[in-house]
């Protein structure tokens, strides 16, 4: 059974820096490609970066590209997004997301497994 747990969503000022982490287990990064999506109140989920499978191609949102970086520990099964240059628009629910056998998408509707979320909140 696919179980992904988030953690390190937290309040900071603009300009801060955070780390999210995304545990995942019954999946192996060499079979999965893995998101990070957020949503904020009253927004639609939102895609904001990606990594495929065995940790291949990486794609992120233009509102985050050179502040936000993916990564994952393949012997930790942990995927992480560190986030810095904080800005308030930034706050949302951050969730990690699989998808299995897929190539990298930013569609949420093509990811199979799903977080349960983490809180980011910027304040200025």
């Known amino acids: 059974q696919v179980q992904l747990v988030e953690s390190g969503g937290g309040v900071v000022q603009a300009g801060g820096s955070l780390r999210l982490s995304c545990a995942a287990s019954?999946?192996?990064?060499?079979?999965?490609?893995m998101g990070w999506f957020r949503q904020a109140p009253g927004n639609e989920r939102e895609f904001v970066a990606a990594?495929?499978?065995?940790?291949?191609?990486?794609v992120y949102a233009d509102s985050v590209k050179d502040r936000f970086t993916i990564s994952q520990d393949n012997v930790k099964n942990t995927m992480y997004l560190q986030m810095n240059s904080l800005k308030p628009t930034d706050t949302a629910v951050y969730y990690c997301?699989?998808?299995?056998?897929?190539?990298?998408?930013?569609?949420?509707?093509?990811?199979?497994?799903w977080g349960q979320g983490t809180q980011v909140t910027c304040s200025s």
């Open positions: 997301a699989a998808r299995r056998y897929g190539v990298v998408a930013s569609s949420a509707r093509d990811y199979n497994y």
């Open positions: 019954g999946l192996s990064f060499r079979l999965y490609t």
């Open positions: 990594i495929g499978w065995n940790g291949g191609r990486i």
